[in-house]
């Protein structure tokens, strides 16, 4: 949890610092296509710096800085004078690394360098110790939370005591000197947020509001986190989910105000899953409403791009519903490819989904009602009714809103009315 209250009496404020360089929220790992929450990484880290005997370190990352100016400023500041810096390279993030080489510039020692341990490191960082832990995609096990935080624990008591050079810039090249820290001490008051103020507590209030499908009063929340920090591609998803969630001033206005936020996301050259799968929503939905083949066209692209990059159920099970779409506009013999396609789709979904839900006992339940829903429309798809009707509710078991009930009704019957038309083709 990040800390808020009252800035420290005078006496305090030279506790010693530890700057997190990560990114924020869930993350996608290119190389594996898998997508990590950075957030359960840092609780963990957050922890152990926070329970090195002896030390009292205060722990902050870029997200819960409170902004009194340029955050990147700000950022080059803690690079600079944190007594220590724990650098997170889950998922190969850019800014991660570059931070990283700043602080190696900087600073001969205190930096320690961690990642998930599926990560596919360059070659020039594999001189650097690399510690790493075990991420299951959306949490931390239990063990492997306990175990890494002690792991880390006694990494910094040993670090700090010992003042080995660790910086490969310094180790390298003997006899480089340090640059001076302005004000003389490598240490640097400890900016304790306010509640409300930090980048982090601005992204909660915006989710909280997208919990309870405030998505008109999400927006504001989500433009000033944009606005506030760096770029994020998690905050421009939300931003763009938001925009076109809340159908002001009317829905079709809020589709291609959400298109043009994710533009900047680049989805036509990128293979993010959440962007692809973002795209194709928006664009599904702007060819119900205008008819537009191309639009369709560009939704199936990118829904089936975002499928074969991750394998996931979201952008699979709009990829089946957007090939039958297409297959009902389309002639006998391209409406039987199609929905052939379609079909290969939903057997390949029901077979993940499975998996999932065995592997994965811990999920919570808002995400377990959206697996067992896929199951459903799948199973629906394929004309298995019976196994609809079990995977159905087995997802109203887990006590979904209103708002997840309704949107799951709603795909179902569009899936109904468009495989009897698709029937009705084909014969």
């Known amino acids: ?187 640097m008051e400890p900016t304790v947020p306010a509640r409300g103020t930090s980048l982090s507590d601005v992204k909660k209030h915006a989710m909280e509001a997208m919990d309870r499908c405030d998505f008109e009063g999400a927006i504001p929340l989500w433009q000033r986190a944009r606005e506030a920090g760096p770029k994020d591609n998690f905050v421009v998803q939300q931003l763009a989910l938001a925009t076109y969630k809340s159908k002001k001033p009317s829905e079709l206005e809020s589709l291609k105000k959400a298109r043009d936020i994710l533009n900047y996301l680049r989805p036509h050259d990128g293979l993010d899953p959440e962007t692809l799968g973002l795209w194709g929503a928006v664009h599904k939905r702007l060819y119900e409403l205008e008819g537009d083949q191309a639009v369709l066209t560009e939704a199936i692209t990118a829904t089936e791009k975002g499928f074969v990059v991750r394998g996931d159920f979201y952008n699979g099970i709009n990829l089946a519903f957007l090939l039958d779409r297409r297959a009902a506009e389309a002639s006998p013999d391209m409406a039987a490819e199609d929905h052939a396609r379609a079909q290969g789709v939903r057997r390949r979904l029901v077979e993940a989904c499975k998996a999932k839900l065995e592997q994965d006992p811990e999920m919570s339940q808002v995400e377990r009602y959206w697996v067992l829903a896929t199951l459903q429309q799948a199973a629906v798809g394929l004309g298995d009714e019976e196994a609809a009707e079990k995977w159905g509710q087995q997802a109203l078991e887990q006590q979904p809103t209103t708002h997840m009930v309704e949107s799951s009704h709603e795909q179902l019957e569009k899936l109904r009315a468009l495989l009897s038309r698709i029937r009705e083709k084909l014969g």
């Not at 990484?41 to 409170?66: L, Q």
């Not at 900087?106 to 110790?129: G, M, Q, W």
């Open 1 to 187: 949890m990040v800390k808020s209250g009252p800035k420290r009496a005078r006496e305090d404020l030279f506790m010693p610092t530890c700057f997190v360089i990560q990114g924020f929220g869930r993350k996608t790992d290119f190389a594996s296509g898998r997508t990590l929450d950075l957030d359960a990484s840092y609780e963990v880290i957050k922890e152990a710096v926070e329970s090195v005997p002896g030390m009292d370190f205060t722990c902050i990352r870029a997200d819960e800085i409170v902004q009194t100016g340029h955050i990147e400023r700000v950022m080059y500041e803690y690079l600079l004078k944190a007594d220590l810096v724990i650098a997170d390279l889950s998922t190969s993030n850019v800014n991660a690394f570059y931070e990283l080489g700043v602080r190696c510039a900087l600073r001969p020692r205190s930096t320690i360098v961690v990642a998930e341990n599926k990560i596919s490191f360059p070659f020039d960082i594999n001189h650097v110790p690399i510690h790493t832990y075990e991420h299951l995609g959306d949490d931390i096990g239990r063990r492997e939370a306990k175990r890494f935080k002690g792991v880390l624990v006694e990494l910094i008591a040993s670090i700090m005591a010992s003042g080995e050079t660790d910086s490969p810039v310094y180790t390298f090249i003997p006899g480089l000197s340090a640059p001076n820290i302005p004000g003389g001490t490598p240490r």
